[in-house]
T-cell receptor, first 111, second 113 residues
Framework: SQQGEEDPQALSIQEGENATMNCSYK?????LQWYRQNSGRGLVHLIL?????REKHSGRLRVTLDTSKKSSSLLITASRAADTASYFC???????????FGAGTRLFVKA | SQTIHQWPATLVQPVGSPLSLECTVE??????LYWYRQAAGRGLQLLFY??????ISSEVPQNLSASRPQDRQFILSSKKLLLSDSGFYLC????????????FGPGTRLTVT
């Protein structure tokens, strides 16, 4: 069963705009991660936020976590065409052995 | 540095034929290993994970099996493929307890005809 669900399913923006993707989950978690997948490739880890953290930054990425609402958001600022990819949230609530991935948001950044 | 290899990159197999996909990790010891399947335009479905040699946990009942004959080798197999086995198969590893980040291989695109 899938734990995380991303919203929207697809997003199309112009280069330079900000992109925001949301993730909702159902049960308590130890941490939440965001991954990127370019078409036909493996996933690349972007950022991990622990359940006791509310916000985290990495370069142009900003992740927030609201455990009371069981939701997270990923913000990509000043998007570039190279940011075109699918973005997945992933949650862990098993102590580190299994991570459950959502269905992903497909982001298309137009040059 | 650590690297993960998967092969083959693409595979076209007829229904009823066997399957063997291999994944190897270099540069780390005693990793947790994972097999995922991704249907077109969808998320990842965890198939198997392993925390050590010979230790396999199955997440989804199906006609696939996994084995870990060596510390850094993970194999996905089937005796008879079904059409529904088509998909993108990804192997991943993590360092284990306390570290949750997973590192993915390039994937194998399997088409069952």
């Amino acid at each position: 069963s899938q734990q995380g669900e991303e919203d929207p399913q697809a997003l199309s923006i112009q280069e330079g705009e900000n992109a925001t993707m949301n993730c909702s989950y159902k049960t308590s978690i130890n941490n939440l991660q965001w991954y990127r997948q370019n078409s036909g490739r493996g996933l690349v880890h972007l950022i991990l936020i622990r359940s006791n953290e509310r916000e985290k930054h990495s370069g142009r990425l900003r992740v927030t976590l609201d455990t009371s609402k069981k939701s997270s958001s990923l913000l990509i600022t000043a998007s570039r065409a190279a940011d075109t990819a699918s973005y997945f949230c992933a949650t862990d609530n098993t102590g580190g052995f299994k991570t459950i991935f959502g269905a992903g948001t497909r982001l298309f950044v137009k040059a | 540095s650590q690297t993960i290899h998967q092969w083959p990159a693409t595979l076209v197999q007829p229904v009823g034929s066997p399957l063997s996909l291999e994944c190897t990790v270099e540069g780390t010891s005693n990793p947790n290993l994972y097999w995922y399947r991704q249907a077109a335009g969808r998320g990842l479905q965890l198939l198997f994970y392993s925390v050590g040699i010979g230790q396999i946990s199955s997440e989804v009942p199906q006609n696939l099996s996994a084995s870990r004959p060596q510390d850094r080798q993970f194999i996905l197999s089937s005796k008879k493929l079904l059409l529904s086995d088509s998909g993108f198969y990804l192997c991943a590893w993590s360092t284990g307890t306390g570290s949750y980040e997973q590192y993915f291989g390039p994937g194998t695109r399997l088409t069952v005809t």
